[in-house]
């Protein structure tokens, strides 16, 4: 399949009950050869409205923190790890991480990212490990499937809680040392 296709697919999904509350399906953004793929917990009021993952003030923050390391949309990948938002922002459930995971799945197929950053402990815990604890682990980088993995601190979390921006910035900067070891064509011609 195709990443058209498989948007197609996503956007006419309706295998959990976030499809009755959503107004858009948030399926994710970049250039599909991208070697970093960031990877949210779920759409946001900003994203359901507009359609596209991290374009509220977490994003932006977002967009902030990969300027910081020459990283940009158009470099990476973002999505998340369910589709369509939760009402109120809440944890998206187990359930429906399961309904939706098939898609992440098949977007990472399609990518082969060479590097998953996954953003906050949703993200961590779905796809690096259950027991992850993201004050603890944020930051360690471990390879499986020949794909090397971490997380950082949400964005939305550091817009809260801005004791914690020195920690990101530590983790920003050892994402940018692994992108020049395993993708340096990233900073090709900069
Ligand atoms: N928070 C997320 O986890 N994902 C988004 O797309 C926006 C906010």
Redesign the pocket.
């Known amino acids: 399949m195709t990443m058209d296709g498989l948007r197609a697919a996503c956007l006419a999904c309706r295998q959990c009950p976030l499809a009755a509350t959503r107004t858009n399906v948030?399926f994710g953004v970049g250039p599909e050869d991208a070697p970093v793929l960031f990877v949210?917990?779920?759409?946001?009021q900003q994203?359901d409205l507009q359609g596209e993952?991290?374009v509220?003030p977490?994003?932006r923050l977002l967009d902030e923190m990969l300027s910081i390391i020459d990283l940009s949309r158009e470099n990476c990948y973002i999505t998340?790890i369910v589709k369509c938002r939760p009402p109120q922002n809440r944890d998206p459930l187990q359930t429906e991480q399961d309904a939706c995971i098939g898609f992440l799945r098949r977007q990472t197929a399609l990518l082969r990212p060479k590097i998953i950053v996954c953003?906050?402990r949703i993200a961590a815990m779905r796809l690096i490990d259950e027991n992850f604890r993201i004050t603890r682990d944020h930051g360690a980088w471990r390879q499986k499937g020949g794909i090397w993995f971490s997380a950082m601190f949400?964005?939305?979390f550091l817009l809260r809680d801005v004791s914690r921006r020195p920690d990101a910035f530590r983790d920003l900067k050892s994402l940018q040392t692994k992108v020049r070891e395993v993708c340096p064509e990233v900073y090709a011609g900069l």
């Open positions: 948030v949210g917990e779920g759409p946001g994203e993952p991290f509220g977490a994003g998340n953003l906050g949400h964005p939305s």
